[in-house]
């Protein structure tokens, strides 16, 4: 819920620098993806929907409580735009709040929320939300070991980039 004076425990903006490193590092990495996840993303109809695994960037939404279906993916992106923020893309429970202890401590000019998605905050259009957070046998997302190597493999080519050039990362980001 948006709520006026609590912006900066509420939004968090990566360091616009870092993502660009993030993203010119690791946007080509190759990405494992599943029969099983390939057939759950052909459900829908959306051809953002049906798209292969891929890296990119967008706004993560947090909450105290878990939230899906369409009427929340909605009042999510409604309040990414309250907030100026880019478009929501995806749901997550700690980012958020580890983000908030360490810019208590360090500041945030050297986060980074790598999220890797397996399935989607709502059901396909001939589903209930009831319907999709309690799936049939067989009709779950699919995917979740690949989708786990691939966060792997998105992370550690920008993880061994920093450690390998440790010297130029040392003072803090450098402009890409």
């Not at 279906?69 to 009042?75: D, E, L, T």
């Not at 100026?84 to 749901?91: N, R």
């Not at 699919?142 to 990362?169: C, K, L, M, Y």
Request: charged share 25%.
């Amino acid at each position: 819920m948006p709520r006026k004076g609590y912006e900066d425990y509420r939004r968090f903006q990566l360091n616009p620098d870092l993502v660009r490193w993030a993203m010119k590092l690791s946007a080509d990495t190759p990405l494992k993806d599943a029969d099983s996840a390939r057939a759950y993303r052909l459900r829908y109809p959306d051809a953002a929907a049906r798209r292969a695994p891929f890296v990119g960037t967008g706004t993560h939404m947090t909450g105290d409580t878990f939230f899906h279906g369409p009427g929340m993916s909605k009042q999510a992106q409604y309040i990414a735009k309250l907030y100026g923020a880019d478009d929501y893309v995806i749901t997550e429970m700690e980012a958020a709040a580890i983000t908030l202890v360490i810019k208590r401590t360090h500041g945030t000019d050297r986060v980074m929320s790598l999220r890797g998605a397996v399935n989607f905050d709502q059901g396909n259009p001939k589903e209930t939300t009831l319907q999709h957070l309690d799936p049939a046998p067989g009709e779950t997302a699919g995917g979740f070991a690949e989708t786990v190597e691939n966060v792997e493999r998105v992370g550690s080519r920008v993880v061994d980039h920093i450690v390998a050039h440790w010297p130029q990362w040392q003072g803090g980001v450098p402009k890409p």
